[in-house]
């Protein structure tokens, strides 16, 4: 099926960028966390910074602080001042994934993109500046005052443009984060960029596509 949105909209970290929080703590926990246990410490940060943002909006830095002492706490490991400040430092360093760059700039002059992220205004413009194309928007759970997965967040992006769900497609490697919640909106269609970091899914009328050159095809180009 081919689908004519008025507007396409993205999730960032993770979808478009290569969000490499797990390889950054990895590092810098290398000589803290037992090999053997390191999988499983990641698996318990990852977790924690879901359920972080589930509750009432904070800033990014308070998700990422409060989920490395949490998963520390939980793997009785040391966890120092200055590992919150080293990973939140290094989002604005992670770089688009393969071919993201060039999908971007070859859908842009015929569907306004736009991203919607869990992010911060003052931390999303090094991350547009990677993606290099043109965005028509950019809304962030600062502007939002909440996070995805919650419906807060993509009702500010629809009240901003001025345009519901069914006349938009949202693109992102999450269930949990997007699409399960852009399934219960209604949008016209999702695209499920199956990036290999969460179980996919048949049950919530995703398009999956395993390369993200394959996403053009889904809008006639």
Same mark, same amino acid.
Request: with cysteine.
């Given at each position: ?21 797990g ?5 810098l ?15 318990? @940060?990852? *977790?924690?910074?879901?359920? /972080?943002?589930?509750?009432?909006? #904070? +800033?990014?830095?308070d998700?990422? %602080? ?6 520390c ?54 991350s ?6 043109? @965005?028509h *928007?950019?809304?962030?759970? /600062?502007?939002?005052?909440?996070? #995805? +997965?919650?419906?807060?967040?993509? %009702? ?7 345009c519901g ?13 997007d ?43």
């Amino acid at each position: 099926m081919i689908f004519k949105p008025k507007f396409i909209s993205f999730d960032c970290y993770g979808t478009l960028i290569n969000f490499e929080m797990g390889t950054t703590a990895k590092v810098l926990f290398k000589d803290r966390v037992p090999v053997d246990r390191m999988p499983a410490f990641l698996d318990s @940060f990852r *977790a924690y910074r879901l359920d /972080e943002v589930l509750g009432d909006w #904070k +800033p990014f830095y308070d998700v990422l %602080e409060n989920s490395i002492q949490r998963a520390c706490k939980a793997h009785g490991i040391e966890c120092l001042a200055s590992d919150a400040v080293a990973l939140y430092a290094a989002v604005s360093t992670f770089q688009p994934h393969p071919n993201v760059v060039e999908v971007l700039e070859a859908i842009a002059p015929h569907v306004p993109l736009v991203i919607l992220s869990n992010s911060m205004v003052d931390l999303i413009p090094h991350s547009v500046a990677h993606l290099k194309a043109h @965005f028509h *928007a950019v809304y962030t759970a /600062e502007e939002a005052r909440a996070y #995805k +997965p919650r419906m807060q967040t993509f %009702e500010y992006m629809f009240d901003q443009l001025g345009c519901g769900p069914e006349q938009m497609m949202h693109v992102s490697s999450s269930f949990r984060y997007d699409l399960m919640t852009a399934s219960d909106l209604g949008f016209m269609a999702k695209a499920f960029i199956d990036r290999g970091h969460e179980p996919t899914s048949t049950n919530y009328g995703v398009n999956r596509v395993t390369d993200v050159r394959q996403l053009p095809a889904l809008l006639g180009l």
